[in-house]
Nanobody, 124 residues
Framework: QVQLVESGGRLVQAGGSLRLSCAAS????????MGWFRQAPGKEREFVAA????????SYADSLKGRFTISRDNAKNTMYLQMNSLRPEDAAIYYC?????????????????WGQGTQVTVSS
C-alpha cells in the first residue's frame, strides 16, 4: 500500500516562497510519475504540477508556470514543490499523488494514491 505524507505548508506573506515535500513509503517512486494538486475551500481539486519517474519530464498548470517548480529525489523517495512569488489565490490544501503512468499527467483519474494534504496560507 502506498503511503504519501506531505509537509512544508504554513502561513506565508504574499511574495514569499515555500517548499513542500512529499515523502513516499512502501512505494518505489522511481517507477511511476507523481504530481501535486491543490484544493481551495469550495473549489474542485486542481492540477498544479507533475513529474515523470525519471524526473526528466514535467508538466505544469499554465497559470503556475514560472513560479512553481516540481522535482524529485528517488534516492530519498521524496518529491518537492518549490513555490515562489506566492499570491493569496495560491492558498489551498496541497496534495501529492502517485499515478499509475510513467509520464506526468494532469488527469486526476490517473492517480491511485493521495497524501493527507498540507495547508498553505498566503496573507496579503
Amino acid at each position: 500500500q502506498v503511503q504519501l505524507v506531505e509537509s512544508g505548508g504554513r502561513l506565508v506573506q504574499a511574495g514569499g516562497s515555500l517548499r513542500l515535500s512529499c515523502a513516499a513509503s512502501r512505494y518505489r517512486i522511481g517507477i511511476n510519475s507523481m504530481g501535486w494538486f491543490r484544493q481551495a475551500p469550495g473549489k474542485e481539486r486542481e492540477f498544479v504540477a507533475a513529474i515523470s519517474w525519471s524526473g526528466t519530464m514535467t508538466s505544469y498548470a499554465d497559470s503556475l508556470k514560472g513560479r512553481f517548480t516540481i522535482s524529485r529525489d528517488n534516492a530519498k523517495n521524496t518529491m518537492y514543490l518549490q513555490m515562489n512569488s506566492l499570491r493569496p489565490e495560491d492558498a489551498a490544501i496541497y496534495y501529492c499523488g502517485a499515478s499509475g503512468v510513467s509520464i506526468p499527467t494532469p488527469q486526476k483519474s490517473a492517480y491511485h494514491s493521495w497524501g493527507q494534504g498540507t495547508q498553505v496560507t498566503v496573507s496579503s
